[in-house]
Structures are given as C-alpha cells and as structure tokens.
C-alpha cells in the first residue's frame, strides 16, 4: 500500500474513535483511496451504490421493516404482552419468561433488535418494576432478550448476508429458527435461576376463560409470523414477496382490525421506515467501498494467512472468529460488520469446510450477543433512554444473559445441525 492509502485508512479509524457516522466514516477514506490509488472513475462509485442495493433479496429488507412498523404501531402489542403474561406469568419468574418468549415474536415480527427493545422497554420494563422485580434487572433482561429479533426470522442481518453472498434468504430463514429458539430457552433458563435466587414473586395465575380472551386479541399479531414463515417454507411465496404480504397484513390488522391506525399515523409509519431503510442502505453502500478498499489491497488474504498459520483445525478457527466477532460487535454497528468481515471471513471458513448457510447463523448470533456486550453494545445505550437506567448498572445486570448467550454461541457454532436441519428438511441445496 502506499502512503497516501495509509493515511486515508487512519482517517477511517480517526473517524470512528471521535464518533463520526459509519456512513461517513467508511465512505470518505474509501472514495480517496478508489480514485487516488485504484484509479476508479468517480461515476462509477455511484453505480457500486446501485449494484450493491438493487438486488431482488435486498428488497425485502423495507418491506419487513414497513411490516414491523404497522404491526407495532398496530396497538397489538399490548394484547401480545397481556396474553404471554397470563400463560406464564404465575409461574417462578414468569414475567420474565414472558419477556422472552414476547421477544421472540416480536422478533418474527419485526426483524429488528432495535425496535424490540424500544418495543419491550416501554411496555415490559414499567410493568416487571410494579410487579417487584428490580428495574435494572428488567431493564438488563429487555436489553438481551432484544437480540433475539437478529437472530429468529426474517431477520434484516439474514436478509443483507444472503444478498451479499448469494446465498438463499429463505434457507438463511429457516436456519434461524433452531438458534432462534435455543438462545430463547436459555434466556428463559436464566431468567428463572435468576428469579428464584433473587426471590422475585410470581404472578396471579390467571383462568382458562383470560387465557382464551387474552389469546383472542393477540390472535392477529401471533397469526403475522407463521402467515409469513408458513408462506415462504410452504413454497407459495419468496422472501421478498413474503414481506410484501407481510405489510399488506400488518394495514389489515393496524386499520381494520385493532383499528389503531389513521391516516396521520400511516404517514408517521410510511415515513419512518423510509427513514430506517435510507439509513441501512446508506451503511451497507459505505461499508461496502470499505470492502472494495480493503479486497483491493489484499486485507482479506492477508487475515486468512495470519489465521491459518495459528491453526488449520477447523474448530479452532472458528473459535478464533468467534472471539473476533464478539469484540468487533461490541464496537461496531452489527450491519456494517457484517458487510466488512464477511468477505473477509468467508474463504477462510469455506477452505476448512464450514456450510455457508451455517456460518451465516454463527455471523447473526455473534453480533446479537456484541449488541448488548459492555461497555460499548450499541443496544445498551438504547436501553439507558428507554428504561431510564446507568449504563453502569444495566451492564451489570446483563452479565448472567449474555453468559447464556454464549453458551449459544458455542452450541450453534460446534453443532451444526442446530441451523442445519430445518434448511434440509425443506430441501435447501447445501
């Protein structure tokens, strides 16, 4: 490399110490590398921009977004909320079972960390505290339960790894179902242990006439994600048209059934996600002219010597990138990781062996857990305004969760019919 280029790289990694935005950072250091050093035309970057967001997978990505913001802002939530605590609210901890168990549709729903756990601050955070349980434990639980909205499908992670790899989003879906489902088994472990040591007090337990009346009303929203995941692994229809059916059923049920939805809020909705998708798309475009930059000054071959030469036993390589994507998603946005270390990952795994679709599941757990790791998961930050907690004080609370969660980790990355079976079942080509 030449100066010049080492002096735009250490832009970057200024950039990103003082804070700058990812989209910015990324993008001004790669731009003055691809004209100065690779002699790439200036028009032609804006044609890597189309290129990198017109693929027909990627599409689906503002459409489960536009989905997600119906149905939260549908009123359903709080029928959701009402029916988990009523099934298993009197048992010990059972309010913050139901916390994961609510994440976990929620995270089928709307495939986003982020808007799961403004979704379960604001609604389960107040409620745990009047129940007796300590705010920041509840707060530390919303925080990691969130990340389930990564890791079940359709998850916004599957959907940008798929594209960019070329690997099916449908198979990537079904996939995340079994990691999906064990990180929320080991959440709900945990949240028990927790709850007895502590001496949280269980619930009333409610009858089967408000279990039946409580599942009524929540029927719509529990209906979204076997529609959508039914759909797809049924065959009737692909991802992206699946979350088109999934935004034209969260309008049905926002506006004629909950009817919580007018015109003033459908603006509101249509424009946040506008908004959400502009700002994704924005990152994976900068990150992925870092990856070209990178690509182009063979970072990516030079990383896959210096980890093949510590070891060529698969498993401890992917021990290795397992420690390295718990510290990257501890400072860095999980999807401008995902779009700079993929490329830089993949041939190492696929040289020692491991299934494309597998690693993807490895990829989305990891950057669940960096999301809430301390000090610098950018979820925790969020969860400090929605909770109204220090950052200190979540973090300590978090620490039992995010153990589970890499107990996950390593189940998901060292048995690989966990993510492996479902795709097979269905016939996925692996």
Same mark, same amino acid.
């Given at each position: ?349 696929? =040289?020692?062996? %491991?299934? @494309?679709?597998?690693? +993807?599941? #490895?990829? $989305? &757990?990891? !950057? ?26 979540? =973090?300590?609370? %978090?620490? @039992?969760?995010?153990? +589970?969660? #890499?107990? $996950? &980790?390593? !189940? ?19």
């Amino acid at each position: 490399m030449e100066l010049f280029d080492y002096l735009a790289l250490s832009s970057i990694v200024v950039l990103f110490l003082l804070g700058t935005p990812l989209a910015v950072t990324f993008s001004i250091g790669s731009i003055a590398i691809m004209i100065h050093t690779m002699g790439f035309p200036l028009g032609n970057i804006s044609q890597v921009f189309f290129t990198t967001i017109s693929s027909y997978p990627m599409l689906a990505m503002p459409f489960f977004i536009l989905a997600g913001n119906l149905i939260l802002a549908s009123g359903g939530m709080g029928h959701l909320r009402d029916f988990m605590n009523r099934l298993v609210g009197h048992l010990p901890g059972g309010m913050a079972v139901a916390i994961c168990i609510f994440a976990a549709f929620l995270g089928s729903i709307s495939g986003s960390a982020t808007a799961c756990l403004a979704i379960i601050g604001t609604i389960f955070v107040p409620m745990m505290a009047d129940s007796g349980y300590s705010r920041p434990f509840a707060a530390g639980l919303a925080v990691t339960s969130a990340g389930l909205g990564a890791v079940i499908p359709p998850s916004v992670f599957m959907i940008v790894f798929g594209a960019s790899n070329r690997v099916s989003v449908a198979d990537l879906f079904a996939a995340g179902v079994g990691p999906g489902l064990l990180a929320a088994f080991l959440m709900c472990l945990t949240s028990v242990w927790i709850s007895k040591k502590r001496g949280y007090q269980s619930g009333v337990k409610a009858t089967f006439a408000e279990r039946m009346d409580s599942f009524k009303k929540a029927f719509p929203i529990i209906l979204m994600p076997l529609i959508v995941l039914g759909g797809i692994y049924a065959g009737f229809f692909t991802p992206t048209e699946a979350a088109v059916v999934a935004v034209v059923y969260g309008f049905i049920v926002g506006v004629f059934i909950y009817r919580n939805i007018d015109g003033k809020l459908l603006v509101k909705i249509l424009r946040d996600g506008a908004v959400s998708t502009a700002q994704i798309m924005i990152l994976i475009c900068a990150a992925t002219l870092f990856g070209y930059v990178l690509t182009a000054n063979r970072i990516p071959d030079m990383v896959a010597t210096a980890i093949l030469s510590l070891s060529s036993n698969k498993y401890v390589i992917l021990l290795l990138i397992n420690i390295l994507l718990l510290i990257v998603g501890a400072f860095m946005d999980t999807t401008a990781a995902l779009i700079i270390l993929v490329p830089i990952l993949y041939p190492i795994v696929t =040289s020692v062996g %491991v299934n @494309p679709i597998h690693f +993807a599941m #490895i990829i $989305c &757990v990891n !950057l669940a857990v960096g999301q809430v790791t301390p000090p610098f998961g950018c979820n925790l930050f969020v969860a400090c305004g929605t909770a109204g907690i220090g950052l200190e004080a979540i =973090s300590k609370k %978090v620490v @039992p969760f995010i153990i +589970a969660l #890499i107990v $996950c &980790v390593l !189940l998901v990355t060292y048995i690989e019919p966990i993510s492996l079976i479902l795709p097979q079942l269905l016939g996925a080509q692996m």
